[in-house]
T-cell receptor, first 115, second 114 residues
Framework: AQSVTQPDIHITVSEGASLELRCNYS??????LFWYVQSPGQGLQLLLK??????LVQGIKGFEAEFKRSQSSFNLRKPSVHWSDAAEYFC?????????????FGSGTRLLVRP | DTGVSQNPRHKITKRGQNVTFRCDPI?????LYWYRQTLGQGPEFLTY????????KSRLLSDRFSAERPKGSFSTLEIQRTEQGDSAMYLC????????????FGEGSRLTVL
């Protein structure tokens, strides 16, 4: 079955500290991979995506993610967290072999930032 | 701003009432997607359209739910005889420009069924 696992429901980091949010997926073939961020009561904003090429991808707001095929992982990182990064983060996968754009999302990781 | 507009942003209704949500997608895209997000969960696919044709419906979309996209422009999602379990955020999305599979979401319509 196709699925996305985000093992950490909540993560708390201090402002200025580094961050890594984990994402593992189960899929028939290498999918397209995404990270979205959602602030309370808001829609989802695309942070970054991987579709081919360099396995380390850069996104907006200083985020990056690394695709590791052997581990079926796509972890999100940021070297120095800002208080405004507090939000919920969702990893998602999408089909590469068809054009349906049907994304499967993980259940999210809520990031709390300590001053 | 993704260019996807949804309204109303919030709707509170009593159990058994009907509600309708509207989505105005990014104009140049012929596809439109609806997702549902319950508290503490990620979004789940409901249905999608190509132009006015509804191409796929999730099993989450019970017979009380109906989605339409007349003329292939805006879309509506109607829920009849609402139940408390329908309380959720309903998200509409348009695809990105290239073949890389991303979706751009609207701000969502939050439904609370009392």
């Amino acid at each position: 079955a196709q699925s996305v696992t985000q093992p950490d429901i909540h993560i708390t980091v201090s402002e200025g500290a580094s961050l890594e949010l984990r994402c593992n997926y189960s899929y028939g073939a290498t999918p397209y991979l995404f990270w979205y961020v959602q602030s309370p009561g808001q829609g989802l904003q695309l942070l970054l995506k991987y579709f081919s090429g360099d396995t380390l991808v850069q996104g907006i707001k200083g985020f990056e993610a690394e695709f590791k095929r052997s581990q079926s992982s796509f972890n999100l990182r940021k070297p120095s967290v800002h208080w405004s990064d507090a939000a919920e983060y969702f990893c998602a996968v999408g089909p590469r072999m068809d054009s349906s754009y049907k994304l499967i999302f993980g259940s999210g990781t809520r990031l709390l930032v300590r001053p | 701003d993704t260019g996807v507009s949804q309204n109303p942003r919030h709707k509170i209704t009593k159990r058994g009432q009907n509600v309708t949500f509207r989505c105005d997608p990014i104009s140049e895209h012929n596809r439109l997607y609806w997702y549902r997000q319950t508290l503490g969960q990620g979004p789940e696919f409901l249905t999608y359209f190509q132009n006015e044709a509804q191409l796929e419906k999730s099993r989450l979309l019970s017979d009380r739910f109906s989605a339409e996209r007349p003329k292939g422009s805006f879309s509506t999602l109607e829920i009849q005889r609402t139940e408390q379990g329908d309380s959720a955020m309903y998200l509409c999305a348009s695809p990105g420009q290239g073949p890389t599979g991303e979706l751009f979401f609207g701000e969502g319509s939050r439904l609370t069924v009392l």
